[in-house]
């Protein structure tokens, strides 16, 4: 992995550190289907687009700490694999050394 990939998964990193807030501070009883504005956890640092979705559905993405939810066309095909989209997002996958480097980082784990 080269600096500049690097670069760009730390910038998803942290988003993804920022939807965790978000998560915690809005499952005060576990899951239900209202809809939380989640920020897309694409590598670009400016960008500011928010998903709407269900915690269940967030979930399902953060199961694998190699996978992140980005909105439409904000996919870096040289940095990750797009696994399935939606009509409202995407959800694309790390592979080798950042896939590691992201798993690493993962809040979770
Ligand atoms: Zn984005």
Known sequence: MDAREERLAQNEILFREVNERI???????????????????????????RLPMAIATYEEVR?????????????????????YRTSDYQVVKKEGDAARLVTREDPRS
């Not at 190699?66 to 996919?75: D, I, K, N, Q, S």
């Open 63 to 83: 199961s694998d700490p190699a996978c992140f939810l980005v909105a439409l066309g904000h996919e870096l095909p040289e940095i990750e694999e797009v696994l």
């Open 23 to 49: 998560e915690q501070t809005a499952t005060p009883h576990g899951t239900d289907w209202h809809l939380y504005e989640f920020l897309c956890e694409c590598s670009n640092m400016d960008c500011t687009l």
